[in-house]
């Protein structure tokens, strides 16, 4: 059986999303980001980069990195209607999808998640943080352009992990109007959270994001 270390507050959930759509078993190692266990030396000692989350395959290798995970799973275990093959026609816009995704807006992410390691002082945070959103929705502003020629998907009439994985991220970015301009990310999204083996998922992240969201009200949160 697989093994994920994940849990509250992280994208181990888009891997619990990919999991779900294969119908696969797992046993989940909750890891508390909050509370430094990411840090701690037993979780360095399975992945050193200290984040979560990471894989543990039946075979007892070491899988990390959200997208590789993911992509390992739908091949893997021949979820075709997650990743195409190599040799169909959809392939390459589906590596480009998945690039686009973890080239240009994660790293946009994690500087709205964690704004304070991206200045040199504190104070300046807040304004980084603020020019993350920004940079963010310049992604979804491309991804709705292509969504918009060819959609209602990446892939046309196709599902695929890139849409699950721009409708976890864009939920970050869903407030109020924020996605008003780019109906057709929303009707993406709205796509994905419709498939009913991710609903469940779905709820869970919206619990996630509000249990954040109090914790940094209090001045909490991971450092
Ligand atoms: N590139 C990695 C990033 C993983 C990552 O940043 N995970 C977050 C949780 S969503 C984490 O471990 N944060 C703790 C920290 O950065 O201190 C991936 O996609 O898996």
New binding site residues.
């Given amino acids: 059986m697989y093994i994920l270390y994940g849990g509250q507050?992280?994208?181990a959930l888009i891997v619990e999303m990919v999991l779900a759509e294969g119908r696969l078993d797992y046993e989940l190692r909750e890891i508390d980001?909050v509370n430094q266990e990411?840090r701690a030396p037993e979780y360095l000692a399975v992945n050193p980069a200290?984040?979560?989350?990471a894989l543990i395959t039946p075979g007892g290798e070491t899988l990390?990195?959200?997208?590789a995970i993911s992509l390992y799973l739908a091949e893997h275990h021949g979820l075709a209607h997650l990743a195409p093959k190599i040799d169909e026609a959809e392939r390459g816009q589906f590596l480009s999808g998945l690039f686009y995704l973890t080239d240009e807006l994660?790293p946009v992410m994690?500087r709205y998640f964690?704004p304070h390691r991206y200045v040199m002082r504190e104070e300046d945070a807040p304004a980084r943080k603020q020019q993350s959103i920004r940079d963010a929705m310049v992604c979804l502003s491309v991804i709705d352009q292509r969504l918009a020629t060819g959609g209602p998907f990446h892939l046309g009439e196709r599902f695929s992990l890139v849409d699950l994985m721009t409708a976890y991220w864009a939920a970050y970015l869903d407030t109020g109007k924020a996605l008003d301009p780019y109906p057709a990310l929303r009707r993406c999204i709205e796509l994905v959270r419709q498939r009913p083996v991710l609903r469940d998922k779905f709820e869970t992240w919206e619990t996630m994001r509000a249990e954040y969201a109090a914790l940094q009200a209090k001045g909490g949160g991971?450092r």
């Fill in positions: 507050f992280t994208r980001i990411h200290g984040w979560v989350p990390y990195e959200t997208p994660e994690k964690y991971v």
